[in-house]
């Protein structure tokens, strides 16, 4: 367990501490798992009403889109794809977490702007350098102020007084929480993902965001997470009045200066403004500041679907979608369209009549057009047949 020196017996008293739900980890876990199906996927998610919920107003937002209602889990785990599931249970479950009334001189809308740019910046990051799994980016962002979320909910006091000396004596936000609690945001945020049996290389960079000098077991993804931490503090979000220095060794870690961008180029580049939307799907009304609330979002997306549709995407939806068929069906398509086979010696090598196996795919191919209808996929029948 990460230390947080006098903090520790604080910290481990909190009887209402949040544990990180066994449902999301292994939802995410699932995500990341190249050989899962979006039915496993369904089926987990399904056990938890809430989060199954949450996944479909997100799905059905006008961030994402889509011109269609959304109706069931498993269509929202086609449509969302895996990366952009597993990024959104994290969010909302964080979020969750978290919820709680405002204090003075916080506002969680800022909060979680600052963390969604911070997790979005992060990957685009790790996707220009080719890192090798750019979502670790966008989980680390996401999670890197978590501490700070810690003081917030649990030592109010203590995190006025932090914000009082950082806002009217000037001094730095680590400088000032060392000298109110003992302890970092960054260290009580690696104690806490700690204790959630997060990876390493996560709870490492939580630790080091500020100070990615000091990461051993992954330098680069604390590089990535520092540097686009400054990125998303450039546009005005940050948490801190006074930004922390920008750790140029960290830029040469992770190699970003051979793109020859300045950080608030960069922020043009890879912070969207977007992400607003994002904060107004997933962030409760109740954690709003007085004063600051959003206008209600719009439940049904408008505007038309986009018609041009990747290699990949037909891939994830063909690999996911055939997953959800019965098991003759399933198999009959898969001969069909994946091995190239004719219905004729599909037949065969099931041993099953040609009449029989020509309607177990036909019901197979209008049941998959119905599930890319839900998904807005577009132009899908006659790219199967020419791509599988």
């Not at 140029?248 to 870690?253: C, L, M, N, R, S």
């Not at 960069?266 to 206008?295: C, N, Q």
Request: net charge negative; with cysteine.
């Amino acid at each position: 367990m990460i230390g947080v020196g006098q903090l520790t017996d604080r910290l481990s008293s909190i009887r209402d501490l949040p544990t990180f739900p066994t449902t999301a980890l292994e939802v995410m876990r699932l995500a990341s798992d190249s050989d899962s199906s979006a039915a496993e996927l369904a089926k987990i998610i399904s056990k938890d009403p809430p989060l199954a919920t949450k996944i479909l107003r997100v799905a059905n937002s006008p961030y994402y889109g889509f011109s269609k209602k959304i109706s069931t889990i498993e269509w929202a785990i086609v449509a969302l794809g895996f990366e952009a599931l597993r990024e959104t249970v994290l969010s909302l479950t964080l979020i969750d977490l978290f919820r709680g009334n405002a204090v003075k001189n916080f506002d969680p809308r800022k909060f979680w702007k600052h963390s969604i740019d911070t997790a979005t910046a992060g990957r685009s990051i790790a996707k220009d350098i080719k890192y090798r799994i750019p979502g670790e980016a966008y989980a680390a962002g996401l999670l890197h102020d978590i501490g700070t979320l810690v003081l917030y909910r649990y030592f109010q006091d203590d995190f006025e007084e932090i914000q009082r000396l950082v806002t009217d004596d000037g001094i730095q936000l680590s400088e000032a929480e060392m000298v109110v609690t003992g302890a970092t945001h960054g260290e009580i945020g690696a104690w806490l993902a700690s204790k959630w049996s997060f990876p390493a290389y996560l709870v490492e960079a939580v630790q080091f965001h500020h100070t990615p000098a000091f990461a051993e077991v992954n330098p680069k993804l604390t590089a990535i997470v520092h540097v686009a931490s400054q990125i998303a503090s450039s546009t005005g979000y940050s948490c801190a009045d006074h930004p922390i220095k920008l750790d140029i060794a960290a830029i040469q870690t992770i190699g970003i200066e051979k793109l020859g961008i300045s950080i608030s180029g960069l922020a043009a580049k890879y912070v969207d403004d977007d992400s607003a939307d994002i904060v107004r799907i997933k962030v409760p009304r109740t954690d709003f500041v007085p004063g600051t609330e959003y206008d209600e979002p719009v439940e049904e997306a408008s505007g038309q679907p986009d018609e041009q549709i990747d290699d990949g995407t037909l891939k994830r939806f063909f690999k996911d979608a055939i997953k959800l068929l019965p098991a003759t069906e399933r198999l009959v398509i898969t001969l069909k369209l994946y091995e190239g086979l004719e219905l004729g010696q599909v037949a065969t090598v099931l041993g099953y009549e040609e009449a029989k196996v020509a309607g177990y795919y036909k019901n197979a191919i209008s049941t998959l057009q119905q599930m890319a209808e839900r998904a807005i996929i577009t132009k899908r029948l006659d790219q199967w047949k020419t791509r599988f």
